[in-house]
């Protein structure tokens, strides 16, 4: 297994000029499998500053991407011209390749169906929406649904995220071959530090979409801890409070700081996830939950929601898990990080994200499958 491979990342989601932090995750799949093989990206995008249609191309390292902007339209036969075109400009491009990487199934995944009928390329999928899950209570309409199982079902893997997401997406009919493979988690940006700010300080990252991420109510936890807590910092990390502010204003908070901070890089965030005492994730739903690994990888204690991928391994002293909503129970456990703080082995806890999630092994995963593609094929 030591071919050097061209694979072909088909991307429902990628970041972009029009959406710089949509898919961030699966842009770090393609930089981990870059590591063994050439990776070209392509993702299109439709966008209201593009009167015609334009193709940009960048390369960092390994991974060479392209990005078709085409022009806005809310007519969908329009859109659909518009983006086959796109994909067929970007494909001369590419040139030839040895497999295709569907990123997210729907709709791109039809272009690899498009690509198995004509040249006979394999494809894997790799999945993450959320969209998928009961506890979303999304309606999936009848025409994706129908050509997402022809999607599923011609893959040669489906690799969702998580068991969760496997076992959610199969009792939706879509029927395939899977085998799950977690996403990235960058064990050499997110490392531990003897850093931590001298205030308790709690920190949560996010889009901040409340239907998914619950801020409104840990906004009133954040007010009931201000019975127990003299002081403390409450960090919102991912958009700004103006949705919120209503809220914050009827809370009346007296002594808590609450602060909102916009998108920050990686770097950022890693500083911010160092410093804290506690990061804490009261989802909803979730299909993995990079944000709360790369906490624990910082060496800081990690309160989660029974959601996502904390949920499906082996429980550890510097993570806790509570149910969906429960306010009580997220109050009780922050106060017990205050009171009596968990003794941390941080390096422990590095090793403990390092070891199943660095991107050696999700690429070597990754590797795996894709030989074992073209194994079929031959």
């Given at each position: ?26 842009q770090r799949h393609a930089k981990a499998i870059s590591l063994l093989h050439k990776v070209s990206v392509l993702h299109i995008v439709s966008s209201k500053q593009n009167a015609k249609t334009t193709i940009e191309k960048s390369v ?39 497999l295709m990487h569907v990123n997210t199934l729907y709709p791109f995944g039809l272009f690899a169906l498009h690509q198995k009928i004509i040249k006979r390329k394999q494809y894997i999928i790799s999945e993450h929406w959320t969209g998928y899950l009961k506890s979303r209570k999304y309606s999936i309409p009848f025409y994706q649904k129908m050509c997402s199982k022809l ?228």
């Amino acid at each position: 297994m030591t071919k050097k491979l061209h694979i072909l990342f088909l991307c429902s989601w990628f970041p972009s000029k029009e959406f710089p932090t949509n898919g961030d995750f699966i842009q770090r799949h393609a930089k981990a499998i870059s590591l063994l093989h050439k990776v070209s990206v392509l993702h299109i995008v439709s966008s209201k500053q593009n009167a015609k249609t334009t193709i940009e191309k960048s390369v960092e390292n390994n991974v060479t991407t392209y990005i078709g902007y085409i022009k806005h339209t809310k007519n969908p036969i329009l859109k659909t011209i518009r983006f086959y075109k796109a994909y067929v400009q970007i494909l001369k491009l590419i040139g030839n390749y040895d497999l295709m990487h569907v990123n997210t199934l729907y709709p791109f995944g039809l272009f690899a169906l498009h690509q198995k009928i004509i040249k006979r390329k394999q494809y894997i999928i790799s999945e993450h929406w959320t969209g998928y899950l009961k506890s979303r209570k999304y309606s999936i309409p009848f025409y994706q649904k129908m050509c997402s199982k022809l999607i599923v079902k011609k893959a040669t893997f489906v690799c969702p995220v998580s068991n969760e997401l496997k076992k959610e997406m199969q009792d939706l009919g879509l029927k395939g071959n899977y085998i799950p493979v977690g996403n990235v988690i960058d064990t050499a940006l997110f490392i531990p530090s003897n850093k931590k700010n001298k205030e308790f300080t709690i920190v949560h990252v996010s889009g901040l979409n409340n239907a998914q991420k619950n801020i409104s109510d840990m906004l009133q936890v954040a007010k009931l801890l201000e019975n127990s807590i003299p002081s403390f910092t409450w960090k919102f990390i991912g958009g700004g409070s103006e949705k919120y502010q209503k809220t914050i204003d009827q809370l009346e908070f007296k002594t808590a700081k609450i602060e909102f901070h916009n998108h920050v890089s990686q770097k950022e965030l890693a500083k911010h996830l160092q410093k804290a005492t506690v990061c804490v994730s009261f989802s909803n739903y979730e299909t993995f939950g990079i944000v709360s690994l790369e906490a624990i990888a910082c060496g800081t204690y990690t309160i989660t929601t029974n959601t996502g991928i904390l949920n499906e391994l082996e429980l550890q002293d510097f993570f806790s898990i509570i149910p969906v909503k429960d306010k009580n129970a997220l109050t009780k456990e922050i106060m017990a990080q205050y009171n009596n703080p968990t003794k941390l082995e941080v390096e422990k806890m590095h090793l403990f994200v390092k070891d199943l999630f660095n991107q050696d092994n999700i690429a070597e995963a990754f590797s795996k499958l894709y030989f074992k593609s073209l194994n079929r094929n031959s």
